[in-house]
């Protein structure tokens, strides 16, 4: 071949191209940080013993722990030939395993499924994580920016809350990140990696939720509900959020309020199955506080009754995040003065199945075809996504003509699953394991 000065500037164009995704992959941040620069949480736990005793067991504890997680990511893997699919699929492990995904091993998830996650990398989101970021390159998909020490000799800066923050330990400095929900933004909303489809849009419906008001004594942000909740005090925004005075360590100044770390949201069985009582409780306590139910049954005569359904507690929509997954529905149950059932909705049969006709709040993804998938590597398109906004409500009606002459009661639940039972059984195994229900809100009229 002769060269000429064409054949060099296609091949360095080629170059070019070759290297583009080189280039990107570089920009990204798995791997590139020395596992040893991590401190483990108990390290931490040496001094700020009640924050760590509160983030034991919490959600963000057990993310890479977490069965139901690992079971879905697995699942999910299986079986995948699309490319953009399979780039999904094995991305799990940058929120779920970030410090291992930070530092190399998983960078993804089959590494994680078929090798062995370094010890602290199972301690899922941790303190040395969260308290090494300075910021974010995106607010979604992990896109976080890390200053990590290194290691337990050379612990490095520690950023937080507080200016005036000392320690004899580690340096501390006062981070805004840390105080305002942009630090929870970057892995609360999910998008696909490269459909950009949105899986998870918690920051986003906190966005657009009057919760993001300017006023400062109107805003109310992610930690003000999630970092005051405390067992008996469920910080919704229908309860007060109580201050928790006290100091963070041992020799550190009393202060109005720490923050909580418990992390509680809505999931009632993770953390009982490694022995915690506290948190599921504190999730129920939470989902009690979340919303109202109103039966209005001034159209019964008409054949009709309706049911609103507010959202008085959460700062997001509800149910939030992985709302695919989650179940939370509307009951409606009319019985007679014998106890007889004349009309009912959403009642479950006796494998725990919801009829098809059922009235459930959540997202359904779709293949770009119209066609509902379960994979969320599939997810081209969103077919469904009915949830009651922070702050807002929907209205459900029923139709069903009451006999004449008879004394008749309606009664309404707002039900929560963190996963309907079909969908445990075909990933976990027929009846394996039984979800806990809670009920949210409940409401009964007498007509
Ligand atoms: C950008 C961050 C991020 C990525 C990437 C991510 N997740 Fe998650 N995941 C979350 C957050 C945040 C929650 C909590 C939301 C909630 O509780 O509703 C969550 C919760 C879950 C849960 C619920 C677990 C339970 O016990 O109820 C499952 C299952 C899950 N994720 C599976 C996956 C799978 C599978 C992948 C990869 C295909 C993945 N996640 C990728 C952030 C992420
Ligand atoms: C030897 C004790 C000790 C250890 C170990 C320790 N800290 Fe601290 N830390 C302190 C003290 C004391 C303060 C100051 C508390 C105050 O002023 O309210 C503090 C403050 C902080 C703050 C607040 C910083 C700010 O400016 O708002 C953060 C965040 C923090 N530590 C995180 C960590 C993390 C993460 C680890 C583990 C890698 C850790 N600490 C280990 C003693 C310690
Ligand atoms: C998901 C991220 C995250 C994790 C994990 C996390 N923290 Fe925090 N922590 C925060 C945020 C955010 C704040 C400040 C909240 C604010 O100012 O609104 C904070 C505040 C603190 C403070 C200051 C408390 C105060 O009110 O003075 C300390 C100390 C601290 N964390 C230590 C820890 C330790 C120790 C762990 C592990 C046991 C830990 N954190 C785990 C995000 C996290
Ligand atoms: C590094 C990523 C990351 C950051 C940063 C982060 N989270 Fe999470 N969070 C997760 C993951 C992953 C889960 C889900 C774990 C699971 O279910 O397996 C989760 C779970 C939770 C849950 C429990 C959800 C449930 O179903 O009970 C709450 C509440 C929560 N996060 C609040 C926050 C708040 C508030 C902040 C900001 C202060 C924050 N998170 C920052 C990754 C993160
Ligand atoms: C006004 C109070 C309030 C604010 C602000 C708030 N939350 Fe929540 N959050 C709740 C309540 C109440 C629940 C329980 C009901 C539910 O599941 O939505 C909850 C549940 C959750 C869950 C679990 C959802 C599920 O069903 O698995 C996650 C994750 C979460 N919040 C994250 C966040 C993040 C991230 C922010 C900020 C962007 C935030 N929250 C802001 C009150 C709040």
């Known amino acids: ?36 620069r991590f401190i483990p949480p108990d390290v931490c736990g040496g001094c700020h013993e009640t924050i760590y005793a509160q983030w034991k067991n919490s959600m963000h504890h057990l993310a890479q722990r977490d069965a139901i997680y690992r079971a879905a990511a697995y699942y999910y893997l299986e079986g995948l030939t699309d490319r ?13 395993t970030p410090v291992g995904y930070f530092s190399g091993f998983p960078l993804k998830t089959s590494d994680e499924k078929n090798g062995k996650v370094p010890a602290i990398a199972v301690e899922g989101v941790q303190c040395d994580f969260c308290h090494s970021a300075t910021g974010a390159r995106a607010l979604f998909n992990n896109n976080i920016i890390i200053d990590p020490g290194y290691g337990e000799s050379k612990p490095g800066t520690k950023r937080g809350p507080r200016a005036d923050a000392k320690s004899d330990y580690h340096e501390s400095a006062y981070s805004k990140f840390h105080t305002g929900p942009e630090v929870c933004a970057v892995c609360h909303d999910v998008r696909h990696e490269v459909f950009g489809t949105k899986l998870e849009t918690t920051y986003e419906e906190w966005l657009a939720s009057p919760y993001n008001a300017s006023k400062s004594g109107a805003r109310v942000v992610c930690q003000d509900c999630h970092m005051y909740q405390a067992p008996g005090r469920p910080a919704t925004g229908s309860t007060k959020r109580v201050k928790n005075p006290g100091s963070s360590a041992p020799d550190g100044p009393k202060r109005d309020h720490i ?32 919303a109202e139910l109103v039966i209005d049954g001034a159209k019964a005569g008409e054949g009709l009754v ?5 959202n008085t507690g959460a700062g997001h929509s509800l149910p939030t995040g992985l709302t695919d ?12 003065q014998s106890g007889a059932v004349l009309f009912q ?20 993804f779709g293949d770009g075809k119209g066609n509902p998938v379960e994979n969320i590597a599939k997810a081209r398109e969103v077919l469904k996504n009915r949830r009651i906004p922070a702050g807002g409500s929907l209205t459900e009606r029923f139709n ?48």
């Open 1 to 36: 071949m002769k060269i000429t000065k064409t054949t060099i500037y296609l091949v360095f164009l080629l170059g070019a191209f070759t290297a583009l995704p080189i280039l990107s992959f570089s920009a990204k941040s798995g791997g590139h940080y020395e596992l040893s």
């Open 84 to 96: 953009d699919e399979i780039i999904e699929a094995e991305s799990c492990v940058k929120c779920h």
């Open 259 to 290: 923050f909580t770390h418990y992390f509680v949201g809505a999931n009632t069985l993770i953390p009982g199955q490694y022995g915690d009582v506290e948190k599921p409780r504190m999730a129920e306590e939470r989902l009690r506080n979340s």
């Open 306 to 310: 309706t049911v609103t359904v507010k």
């Open 325 to 336: 997954v989650r179940q939370m529905w509307l009951q409606l149950r009319v019985t007679d």
């Open 345 to 364: 909705s959403g009642v479950p049969d006796a494998s725990g199945y919801l009829p098809a006709d059922s009235i459930v709040y959540n997202t359904v």
């Open 400 to 447: 069903f003509s009451p006999p004449a002459g008879k004394k008749l009661t309606v009664e309404a639940k707002l039900l929560y699953m963190s996963a309907s039972q079909k969908l445990i059984d075909r990933v976990a195994g027929k009846q394996s394991l039984r979800i806990p229900v809670v009920t949210m809100a409940e409401a009964r009229l007498s007509l």
